[in-house]
């Protein structure tokens, strides 16, 4: 199977520095993920600015309740401009998660581009096709109306 692109973009009605502020503490993963995936935070980061080259431990439930370890990386970030986050060890034979931050009139855009590949080829692309791939803009859609409802209008 070849790496899958999914882009989600989002203006969030306060300024880039609030937006950054949240975004930037991995604690808060916990806010925008769907219950059913069961994400617990492993590493002890809380109260934690991310910062290049941090590791993050998860366990992760998402098929079946079936726990997962996933590790990713801070690999790059460049203060209330983006930061990139890469799979070390994890369910994703390509995980590579970019969030970029732009100031724009009425808040801040955040873009998301992330570059995934599920593995075991052809068994991989089927389960993509079923249910990864439905599962990944799920992830996402749940991310949007959580970030809606933590950051509303004024």
């Given at each position: 199977?070849?790496?899958?692109?999914?882009?989600?973009?989002?203006?969030?009605?306060?300024?880039?520095?609030?937006?950054?502020?949240?975004?930037?503490?991995?604690?808060?993963?916990?806010?925008?993920?769907?219950?059913?995936?069961?994400?617990?935070?492993?590493?002890?980061?809380?109260?934690?600015?991310?910062?290049?080259?941090?590791?993050?431990?998860?366990?992760?439930?998402?098929?079946?309740?079936?726990?997962?370890?996933?590790?990713?990386?801070?690999?790059?970030?460049?203060?209330?401009?983006?930061?990139?986050?890469?799979?070390?060890?994890?369910?994703?034979?390509?995980?590579?998660?970019?969030?970029h931050f732009k100031a724009v009139?009425?808040?801040?855009?955040?873009?998301?581009?992330?570059?995934?590949?599920?593995?075991?080829?052809?068994?991989?692309?089927?389960?993509?096709?079923?249910?990864v791939e439905r599962m990944v803009g799920d992830?996402?859609?749940?991310?949007?109306?959580?970030?809606?409802?933590?950051?509303?209008?004024?």
């Amino acid at each position: 199977m070849r790496p899958k692109r999914k882009s989600f973009t989002l203006t969030i009605p306060r300024p880039l520095e609030e937006v950054w502020e949240f975004f930037s503490r991995p604690e808060n993963l916990n806010e925008m993920t769907p219950e059913h995936v069961s994400f617990n935070i492993l590493s002890p980061i809380e109260g934690q600015e991310m910062y290049q080259g941090m590791i993050i431990q998860y366990q992760i439930s998402p098929i079946l309740n079936i726990p997962m370890n996933w590790v990713t990386e801070i690999t790059q970030i460049r203060k209330h401009e983006f930061f990139i986050d890469d799979q070390r060890v994890g369910p994703y034979a390509l995980w590579h998660h970019q969030h970029h931050f732009k100031a724009v009139e009425g808040g801040t855009e955040m873009t998301d581009i992330l570059h995934y590949q599920v593995p075991f080829g052809p068994i991989g692309a089927i389960a993509n096709w079923l249910f990864v791939e439905r599962m990944v803009g799920d992830i996402f859609k749940h991310r949007e109306a959580a970030i809606e409802k933590l950051f509303p209008s004024t």
